[in-house]
T-cell receptor, first 111, second 114 residues
Framework: AAGVIQSPRHLIKEKRETATLKCYPI?????VYWYQQGPGQDPQFLIS???????DKGSIPDRFSAQQFSDYHSELNMSSLELGDSALYFC??????????FGPGTRLTVL | KQEVTQIPAALSVPEGENLVLNCSFT??????LQWFRQDPGKGLTSLLL?????REQTSGRLNASLDKSSGRSTLYIAASQPGDSATYLC?????????????FGRGTSLIVHP
């Protein structure tokens, strides 16, 4: 069965650079969620989209933005990267109001 | 604000033992509760999902129970194996703005040694 795809799987950036993370949901899933998991921390909800519209917002910094496109894939854009942004970023998808399925994550390292 | 606590934070046991991992939450108005497994540096694998109207779910050697009124869930692992070594995360879901949003615990880090 198809799973959630995230790219890239690993990303290394310098401070103050920008990064773009991509998420491809499971086919026919119209809702996408983004999470951030710092080292030794629990995953924190960042933002979600339903039918290409932002549906909920968590602890997402103003330096980050995200959108969902017409093909339902989503991108998380991160600017002015800081050392503290180093984390594992998960994307999850679901049919509306249903169980979320998580992707493998993108590990971002900011040097 | 929902808070999820998992006890113990770490556990090391010999192979074959039966284990109980605990999860407690402060707000009983939850949509459902889910247990995940996470291997180091890897993604989240869903183990069991318990709807708020259910009391327990079972899958193989795993059994999870839910007591909403007391804000508790337990994950029971029978006959533990070295391959069970991982971090186990508990997440409780709430409805927010049309989305179901989880609050995760910090996890229990499990090591099963041969």
């Amino acid at each position: 069965a198809a799973g959630v795809i995230q790219s890239p799987r690993h990303l290394i950036k310098e401070k103050r650079e920008t990064a773009t993370l991509k998420c491809y949901p499971i086919p026919r899933h119209d809702t996408v969620y983004w999470y951030q998991q710092g080292p030794g921390q629990d995953p924190q909800f960042l933002i979600s989209f339903y039918e290409k519209m932002q549906s909920d917002k968590g602890s997402i910094p103003d330096r980050f933005s995200a959108q969902q496109f017409s093909d339902y894939h989503s991108e998380l854009n991160m600017s002015s990267l800081e050392l503290g942004d180093s984390a594992l970023y998960f994307c999850a998808s679901s049919p509306v109001a249903n169980e979320q399925f998580f992707g493998p994550g993108t590990r971002l390292t900011v040097l | 604000k929902q808070e999820v606590t998992q006890i113990p934070a770490a556990l090391s046991v010999p192979e074959g033992e039966n284990l109980v991992l605990n999860c407690s939450f402060t707000d009983s108005a939850i949509y459902n509760l889910q247990w995940f497994r996470q291997d180091p540096g890897k993604g989240l694998t869903s183990l069991l999902l318990i709807q708020s109207s259910q009391r327990e779910q079972t899958s193989g050697r795993l059994n999870a129970s839910l007591d909403k009124s007391s804000g508790r869930s337990t994950l029971y692992i029978a006959a533990s194996q070295p391959g069970d070594s991982a971090t186990y995360l508990c997440a409780v879901w709430r409805l927010s703005g049309g989305s179901y949003i989880p609050t995760f615990g910090r996890g229990t880090s499990l090591i099963v040694h041969p």
